[in-house]
């Protein structure tokens, strides 16, 4: 548990100042020294419940060396409230989903301007700029993965001038930052209270965030696109888009350009939407086919199962539909929620990107 | 008295088109000599009518004046499918009523008939496969979102089959919190559909709000030919499935090969009686011939 109650067997815990710098910077040594797993135990005991608040001013002290343990340190504890993710708090703790909005919110932001501010530039050590790429990839799934559009999009305005910076110096840099600004921007326009989807808290101390309209964030799926490694994800998620806004002949113009691939998580929101794009135009062979292929890329997911099933009947193949139905009411639980999944964007990511993290940290 | 009629037509082997040879077995067979079958329930204000004749009906496909061929009532076994809402709003308090609900349909299904028990909350999950009697079901939750959409949806999708007539009793409190389908493709799907489905709609905080559900639940209920029951607090569910399972069993079934109607495509029917006009529900019409 994340925040545990400060209790101990000895009385309850009290917020000294000093004895509190002292923990933080005890885990931060031992961080620093190699142990990957230093926060993420320290975040289970009741002293981290009382020292979260302090993180940022023992860790991002100006007066403090730069190294990139420090801004790791951050990451992590960042990583770890994720643990605890607001979507599923918010159903049963509105407060604990806000109390945890802010402090992620804090905690990125704060670690983007130490990893911004470090002494080297882009161009003069590749170490260094791969890790605050990384760290800056990491932040923004963290945010993705908390589905917090206004975070997202506060996190892109520290991290986009870096990289604009970097490019501007000479300094190619590959990111997915064109990507995320398209995911911001298309749940700041077009975010509605529907179900599975998170409540959006809105951090009291935060600026709010300027409007976007649905055309903006078409515009920046668009952008996206146009770099080839963030291709087919720009195009399939430009495409669920459309099709949420009510723009069906173009959600299937942009499905139909999307190239062949491999992601699985990718592969069934993208089989499962235009199925359902199919079936609103009356194509229910068309529709079926593809509920099929969304079927072979999430094998046990009901959504898919039924929508096959409901297709092949309207399609005029009654027997088909029955057995699809049937295996529709008999599929075994769900090992995880793709559609979920899909809307948590980069959070996939995080732990991978993470781990690389901690190897460039030393 | 002013009678009120009341005639169920619903399209037994569901308005789909069975050839004269393939009605030896079950599912549908589809040949030149395309035959339609047609659930039709008749009543008198709440009065079942059971002394009609074959003459006694009038059918029209697609406007255009059948010759019922076939005229039956009771003699084919029942599929039985009770859909059941277990979601979180369902109280413990609703939950016995409807295991009380389940055992009545459950003695009131005959030797040959088979039914079903599906459940869904977040999930549709068949508790009970399509058997013979006596039925008995685990109506333990099973997640605390409602996905009435889908599960209505999937219901939709029973077996075809010639030999038997389908009934779906589809029981909830209409509250809709996580389903992934809209409204339009059920009821859509519900025009394809081969059995009658009958909603239950379990309220005990007042009507349902929600326009588009209701709306759905209607569409699908008269498309098939079944009926949307509103029970309030306090309201018997044992009697209410009973009764719409006894209106299903006691139905006549008509059979009809469409002559002077284009096929394919939707094919609009109507049944109604004479020289007295009953109430008549029924199923308002069947796809031909949408596969080939």
Redesign the interface.
Known sequence: MLFAAPQRSGGPLRADPVAIETGINEVLAAYSAGDDRAVESWLRTPEAGVSLSSIERVIADRAAPWTRARAAFLLEVAVGTMALRPAEIAVRDFAMGLMLTRRSDSLLLVGGQLVAGRPTPFGANPAEDRFEVLWHHAALGVAQGMEQYALQQRYLAVAGPRLEQARSGGTAVSSRLPLARAIAAAGLCCWSRTAGETIQFRSMNAPPVAPVTADTAVDLFTRAAAVPALHVEAMIRGAVLLSRIGREPEALAWFERVPPHTDRGLGYVHHITLARLLDAVNRPADAAAAYSVALDHAPDNQRAAIGLAAALLRAGREEDAARAGANARRLPEERSDQLRAYQRADARFVREWLEEIRRLRR | MKPVVILTVALAA?A?LIGAQGAQGT??YRSRAEVVVIDAAVSDGRKPITHLTKNDFELRDNGVVQEVLDFSRETLPLDVTVTIDISGSMTPAKRGMVYRAVDQISAALKPDDRGSV?TFAT????RRPLLPPPMEADLSPNGS?TAVR?AL??S?????AVDRRQFGLFMTDGED?????DA??VT??AR???GQTTIVLVRDNGKLKDKDARQMFQAVATTTGGEVVELDRGDDLSRAFLAALESFRTSYVLRYSPVGVASPGWHEVSVTTKPKRYNVRARRGY?A????
């Open positions: 569901h789909a599912g549908v599906v999930r549709v999950i068949e979102g889908d949806l999937l939709l999708t029973s077996t075809p919190t996580t389903s992934y389908f339009r493709t859509e799907t394809h559909a081969s796809w011939d949408v596969s080939r």
